[in-house]
């Protein structure tokens, strides 16, 4: 591929931990394809210097929680032909989207002294939100953070001009071929795995951890069956609230279960 024809990128940050991006830093080995099909134009993470759009594809990490970022994401999609959302709190809020049920002044008071110089998206806007809720989001790359064949599969794709490949079948999936017992069935432990979509290679299962849903929903999530099993092992309810609301509380498919913002 041409140097003129290679794909224009660019990675940004919102409200997140900067995890993907990280994750994005982990492709050591993958770098000769990466620079082959992609110039990297915008990485602040990465590169002393960064070029302005318009760009090919932006991978936006972080839910919007302030007018600032508000702004910069609607400008940087004007800018951009692909937006990708970059992991889980782009794409369903994740952690920071807890904040929904919490009152902004108990929640900063727990962490700063003076928190009058917090000016947050829950305070103008009422709640922390994906991207989609602003602009046009045109692929989804889930995962707290994605793994990083997903970031591959993405600029693959995105190069021949095809549809990304993302699963949407629940991590059970990946157990099954990772030959794990089940934690569920066979260990009545609280496993999110049966209405999380795959993707992670079951990374958590296969290391003895119950599945956190980090990757937000499966394709037909039967998020109350999965509650009613939490609470025949144990869960209290106060429990299983917390469970589905920990990192996609907001989405469709786990608002039954996360309760009333």
């Not at 082959?36 to 960064?50: G, L, Q």
């Not at 069935?185 to 049966?194: D, I, L, N, S």
């Not at 996609?248 to 309760?259: D, K, L, N, V, Y």
Request: charged share 25%; net charge neutral.
């Amino acid at each position: 591929m041409s140097m003129a024809d290679r794909l224009k990128i660019a990675v940004f940050k919102m409200t997140g931990c900067a995890g993907c991006q990280m994750e994005f830093l982990r492709l050591e080995e993958e770098l000769p394809f990466v620079l082959e099909v992609a110039e990297i134009r915008y990485f602040v993470m990465a590169k002393r210097e960064n070029l302005e759009g318009p760009y090919d594809v932006s991978f936006v990490e972080g839910s919007v929680s302030t007018p600032r970022e508000l702004e910069e994401l609607r400008d940087l999609r004007e800018r951009s032909r692909i937006v990708v959302a970059f992991g889980d709190c782009a794409c369903h809020g994740c952690v920071p989207s807890i904040l929904n049920w919490v009152r902004p002044d108990v929640a900063a008071k727990t962490v700063y002294e003076d928190y009058q110089a917090i000016h947050s998206k829950k305070e103008s806007y009422q709640e922390i939100c994906p991207l989609e809720k602003f602009v046009p989001v045109d692929v989804h790359l889930r995962g707290c953070p994605p793994h990083k064949n997903m970031i591959l599969e993405v600029l693959r794709s995105t190069a021949l001009g095809a549809k990304p490949f993302l699963r949407r079948h629940p991590v059970c999936v990946e157990c099954k071929l990772r030959e794990n017992v089940c934690i569920l069935t066979f260990e009545k432990r609280a496993c999110m795995g049966p209405v999380t979509a795959a993707g992670c290679r079951a990374i958590c299962p296969t290391a003895n951890r119950e599945c956190e849903g980090c990757y937000g929903p499966m394709s037909d999530a039967n998020a109350s069956s999965l509650a009613q099993q939490f609470l025949k092992i144990g869960l209290t309810r106060d429990d299983v609230t917390r469970k589905f609301r920990k990192y996609a509380g907001i989405t469709q498919a786990f608002a039954g279960e996360a309760g009333e913002q």
